[in-house]
């Protein structure tokens, strides 16, 4: 979701809501999108409803008969996963864990609802984000800040508060068993401090929440699927980000599930354009500090120019309008971030 174009809301709010924002998709049909997407080791991606189609995926391990959620989307998305429960034959109860790749609330907003119904889960999240689960009120804040108090409720819902018993904190290289399936969390700063990936040793993949882009499968062309970065407030770092890139690329992942949207493969180019993308973002900050009050038009006309650049790097088979729509959102928020990343960090 948008956030304020400046400033903090206090530090010890950690500025944790900014999700990502859908618009218009132009011409494009989404009324056949599957609702779930099931592929090898037991993995599945549910489509969380939030704003799209194919904007927002939630992940579901099966293992043993026991089930991991990997992120939860928001209030409105916990029917979606009770119900690809129900179609797996599989219930509440089986359910042994709810992992957060960070607390934005377009992975994070419905945990507490969702975890409300499933007796035995128990809350993964990293350290610097168990507070805000516990006591939610600073992201409520931020978020009416942002949207006022009716367009917050309406999007998000009212944020339920998760019992500070049923949490677990990862911390870099902690482990969990799904029924002897074992998943390894890993610090990954970048896109925000409170971030982690949790890599699955059975597969050998890697559930990356936003640290590896985002890879909207309505740009998949030829067979290839691409990404770019997310920049958005207030945690944006791209020396961490080229640093968490590193630590997945050495992990060699067979595949890498993003929230926006799910799996992705071909990972060592895709790293590399990371990479070269994040790097644009910070080169365009750079270029557009002094630019005063015209700053904000400046980087949006900058991020806008780097997304269409990547259009016509790899043919996209969408027009201008339809690939603006796809990334209206995301253009504003990797504009704010970056802003917020040079007020924050005084760069030259």
């Known amino acids: 979701m948008l956030a304020p174009a400046s400033g903090r809301a206090g530090a010890a709010a950690e500025q944790v809501t900014i999700g990502h ?12 999108m599957v609702h779930v997407i099931d592929y090898e080791f037991g993995i599945s991606a549910i489509d969380s409803g939030y704003q799209r189609p194919l904007l927002a995926a939630i992940h579901m391990i099966v293992e043993g008969g026991r089930v991991a959620i990997i992120d939860t989307g928001v209030n409105s998305s916990a029917p979606r996963v009770l119900a690809a429960l129900r179609d ?7 359910v042994d864990y709810v992992i957060l790749t960070h607390i ?41 800040a942002v949207y006022g108090a009716e367009e917050a409720r309406r999007t998000y819902g009212e944020i339920v508060p998760v019992p500070r018993e049923r949490i677990i904190e990862t911390v870099h290289q902690s482990t969990l068993k799904l029924d002897g399936r074992e998943f ?24 990356a929440g936003d640290t590896f882009g985002l890879s909207y499968r309505e740009l998949d062309c030829n067979g290839r699927q691409f990404a770019f970065p997310t920049t958005s407030p207030t945690q944006f770092d791209p020396l961490a980000a080229h640093r968490s890139l590193e630590l997945i690329l050495g992990l060699k992942p067979g595949a890498i599930y993003v929230t926006h949207y799910s799996q992705v493969r071909d990972i060592v180019r895709i790293g590399a354009d990371m990479h070269r993308l994040i790097e644009a973002h910070e080169q365009l900050a750079r270029r557009e500090r002094d630019a005063g009050a015209a700053r904000h038009e400046s980087l949006k006309v900058g991020v806008t120019e780097i997304v269409m650049g990547e259009a016509q790097r790899y043919g996209w088979k969408l027009t201008r309008e339809q690939v603006l729509g796809i990334f209206a959102g995301d253009i504003e928020l990797n504009a704010q971030g970056l802003a917020i990343w040079l007020d924050a960090s005084g760069a030259d």
């Open 184 to 207: 390894v969390f890993f610090d990954t700063p970048g896109h925000a401090r409170h971030h982690v990936c949790v890599f699955d040793a059975k597969s050998g993949h890697l559930f």
């Open 21 to 32: 924002v859908a618009s218009s998709i132009g011409a494009l049909d989404f009324t056949r």
């Open 88 to 94: 797996k034959g599989l219930r509440p109860e089986q």
């Open 104 to 144: 934005h609330l377009d992975h994070a907003g419905g945990a507490g609802l969702l975890l409300a119904q499933l007796p035995n889960a128990r809350l993964t999240v990293h350290p610097r984000g168990a507070r805000h689960m516990v006591d939610p009120s600073k992201l409520i804040e931020s978020t009416i």
